[in-house]
């Protein structure tokens, strides 16, 4: 039985698709997995999810962009569900938080991966897909290598669209992090910001 997926696409995607006159090979790539979850969604195994946050940064960029531009965006966009979680300005930097101290403690273990913290809209996004359980497609996969942290070291989870393929963890470097007491108080920390939200939206 085929595995149902969900991918939360990050806004990159959109504008490398749309943009005839930019990387040839980065507008292929984000061609190729368009292509790939389209024949999965007819198929009824996917769904695309598009988080609120990335929907407001491209409406912002919109008034850079030539028309033709954005009517690709927004017929790309309306094959895509769109989610809103809540989220806090708690988690927001918890979020940020966790991909610091990443950086800080294991970027020699994370080895040929790099790691940003990114800014508040990476954590949003990154929370939408994690919220949504589903795979998150990027291509600045430097500002959300914490996200494969969050989950089993094996599952299919970050989706590199420079090198149209999933990045996986190292086990090893995998089990450092999960060791770390540090990292574990982050995540229960993270885990009963999550908690508070769903208890404060009922």
Same mark, same amino acid.
């Given at each position: ?19 005839? /006159?930019? +990387? ?17 969604? #007819? ?17 912002? @960029? ?7 531009? /954005? ?22 930097? @918890? ?9 800080? /403690? ?45 989950? /089993? @070291?094996? #599952? ?8 149209? @393929? ?13 060791? +770390? ?17 769903? +208890?404060?939206?009922?």
């Amino acid at each position: 039985m085929v595995r149902f997926k969900q991918y939360t696409v990050d806004t990159n995607f959109f504008r490398y698709h749309a943009n005839n /006159n930019g +990387d040839q090979n980065l507008r292929r790539a984000a061609a190729l997995f368009w292509r790939t979850a389209k024949e999965e969604i #007819e198929k009824g195994e996917a769904v695309i999810l598009v988080p609120a946050e990335v929907r407001r940064e491209l409406e912002v @960029q919109s008034h850079t962009l030539p028309d033709r531009e /954005n009517n690709k965006i927004q017929r790309l966009l309306a094959n895509c569900q769109e989610v809103s979680p809540s989220v806090s300005i708690e988690l927001e930097h @918890q979020v940020r938080t966790m991909s610091a101290y990443l950086r800080a /403690n294991f970027r020699n273990a994370l080895g040929d991966f790099s790691i940003t913290y990114g800014g508040v809209s990476d954590s949003r996004i990154l929370y939408s897909a994690y919220y949504e359980d589903s795979i998150l497609v990027t291509a600045n996969v430097k500002d959300f290598m914490l996200y494969p942290f969050l989950f /089993n @070291q094996s #599952e299919d989870r970050l989706y590199d669209l420079k090198q149209s @393929q999933f990045v996986y963890i190292p086990e090893e470097t995998y089990n450092l992090v999960w060791q +770390d007491s540090g990292f574990q108080n982050m995540f229960l920390e993270l885990s009963k910001l999550e908690v508070e939200l769903e +208890d404060t939206d009922d």
